[in-house]
Nanobody, 124 residues
């Protein structure tokens, strides 16, 4: 089983920033397919940002220009830098890894492994 461990969530005011981290805690597991999702109360889990297998990235329209996904392959860690946060960004944020290439980049069913989530709360 692949273990993903997120951290970096917290409470910030609108306009603030947070940087989320996701460590792949299974040392033998390496993948180019990693993504961030979020789920707010009463809503379905939605894709936020992801790496394509060629190293390029994709973002949900709602976060383009504000969020940046990156990774440190040596540390087996995925990051999500979130700037200019809005109240509507409030959600539990999940790291995902391992993908079915036939699925769309930000589709939940594309990814096989999930972390436990880290809460982000933005107050207006």
């Amino acid at each position: 089983q692949v273990q993903l461990v997120e951290s970096g969530g917290g409470s910030v005011q609108a306009g603030g920033a947070l940087n989320l981290s996701c460590v792949v805690a299974t040392p033998t597991y390496k993948t180019a397919c990693m993504a961030w999702f979020r789920q707010s109360q009463g809503n379905e889990r939605e894709g936020v940002a992801a790496f394509v297998t060629d190293g390029s990235t994709g973002y949900a329209d709602s976060v383009k220009g504000r969020f940046t996904i990156s990774k440190d392959n040596a540390a087996n860690t995925l990051y999500l830098q979130m700037n200019t946060l809005k109240a509507e960004d409030t959600a539990m944020y999940y790291c995902a890894a391992g993908c079915s290439l036939s699925r769309p980049l930000l589709a939940r069913k594309r990814y096989h492994y999930w972390g436990q989530g880290t809460q982000v709360t933005v107050s207006s």
